[in-house]
């Protein structure tokens, strides 16, 4: 048998505000938000388009 996959079973907080680059856990999306804009702003931009 298949094990039952219930998702609300456990109520543990899981760190969904987790930066998945470095695996840094934030209070909040908007936290995460900004670091990924911070330290990983070269995920957003190509660095290669320096001019
Ligand atoms: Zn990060």
């Not at 094990?3 to 998945?20: H, I, L």
Request: proline letters at 4%.
């Amino acid at each position: 048998m298949f094990a039952a996959s219930a998702p609300g079973t456990k109520t543990v907080k899981t760190n969904k505000d987790r930066c998945k680059l470095c695996g840094r856990d934030f209070a909040s999306a908007e936290e995460l938000s900004t670091h990924n804009r911070l330290e990983h702003s070269a995920n957003a931009y190509s660095p290669a388009g320096v001019a």
